[in-house]
């Protein structure tokens, strides 16, 4: 089986990781960190990155089967599912670690999440102010072991983040 991936960042990264774990086609996922200084902070722990300091952003690593779901299905879920129009803001979560952004791996994905923005930005009054950025100015880290699945750890069903 041929496999693809794809980074997202959408406020706290308890919710999308189990929104993403439910999406059938999506093989599996990791809660992790994301477009920080890799140089001061070459591997972020969740301290660090709710410092503030660190500018690295919670972030969701999704292996999917392109066979069963699409990038572009992958890319609704994302702007259908958490306000791309708050700056570094998701409900009551606010910081540079809870921004709104989507890494791509390569040009046809860079393609897709623009076309995507621009497809979703007829939803809202606001301007979609999700970043953009290359997978190759960055690193995934995973998130501590307590943070990967914790809404499913804790029986909760419905995509939070907040348990």
Not at 34 to 53: A, D, R, W
Not at 68 to 73: F, P
Not at 123 to 130: A, P, S
Not at 145 to 153: N, S, T, W
Request: net charge positive; with cysteine; charged share 20%.
């Amino acid at each position: 089986m041929v496999t693809q991936t794809a980074y997202f960042a959408m406020g706290c990264f308890w919710g999308p990781q189990l929104l993403f774990d439910q999406t059938p086609g999506v093989i599996s996922s990791k809660a992790g960190y994301m477009g920080g200084n890799l140089k001061k902070f070459p591997n972020p722990t969740y301290e660090q990155v709710c410092s503030h300091i660190s500018g690295y952003t919670e972030s969701i690593e999704v292996v999917f089967n392109p066979e069963k779901i699409t990038y572009n299905a992958l890319l609704d879920l994302f702007f259908l599912n958490h306000n791309p129009t708050t700056k570094n803001r998701q409900h009551f979560d606010i910081g540079i670690q809870y921004r709104s952004e989507i890494f791509y791996e390569n040009e046809t994905q860079k393609k897709a999440a623009l076309s995507s923005l621009k497809k979703h930005q007829k939803n809202y009054k606001k301007l979609i102010v999700t970043k953009i950025t290359n997978t190759m100015n960055t690193k995934f880290f995973p998130a501590e072991e307590y943070h990967q699945k914790y809404l499913q750890k804790q029986g909760i069903k419905v995509p939070t983040c907040h348990a």
